[in-house]
Nanobody, 127 residues
Framework: QVQLQESGPGLVKASQTLSLSCTAS??????????WSWIRQPPGKELEWMGA???????HYNPSLESRTSISRDTSKKEFTLQLSSVTPEDTAVYYC???????????????????WGKGTLVTVSS
């Protein structure tokens, strides 16, 4: 079974860029067979889909975050990364990586079809 592991700094200063990585290990983890997403949950709020990189390397972003978000991947390392620029304290959240099979008809609204999640990592943005 695949395991997803987020990594990156737990504290970022306002106006800086938040950078996180997610590494897939074990199981079936070919990057060409899945959508790889970043999802976050601010304290006391619902999950928010931020964006994804797909099986061919195409990227898809939440329109509300698109101007500040960049997602990329390194297939040789089975790793994909998130960069969120110009962060503010409102970007404080637990950040999750997740994957959905290419043909699962997954939904970014309720995460139907997502078959694996990382444990999440808390990132705090200090003012």
């Amino acid at each position: 079974q695949v395991q997803l592991q987020e990594s990156g700094p737990g504290l970022v200063k306002a106006s800086q860029t938040l950078s996180l990585s997610c590494t897939a290990s074990g199981g079936s983890n070919s990057m060409s067979a899945y959508f790889w997403s970043w999802i976050r949950q601010p304290p006391g709020k619902e999950l928010e889909w931020m964006g994804a990189i797909d099986y061919s390397g195409g990227v898809h972003y939440n329109p509300s975050l698109e101007s500040r978000t960049s997602i990329s991947r390194d297939t040789s390392k089975k790793e994909f990364t998130l960069q969120l620029s110009s962060v503010t304290p409102e970007d404080t959240a637990v950040y999750y990586c997740a994957r959905a099979p290419r043909y699962s008809n997954w939904r970014r609204t309720d995460y139907y079809g997502v078959d694996s999640w990382g444990k999440g990592t808390l990132v705090t943005v200090s003012s």
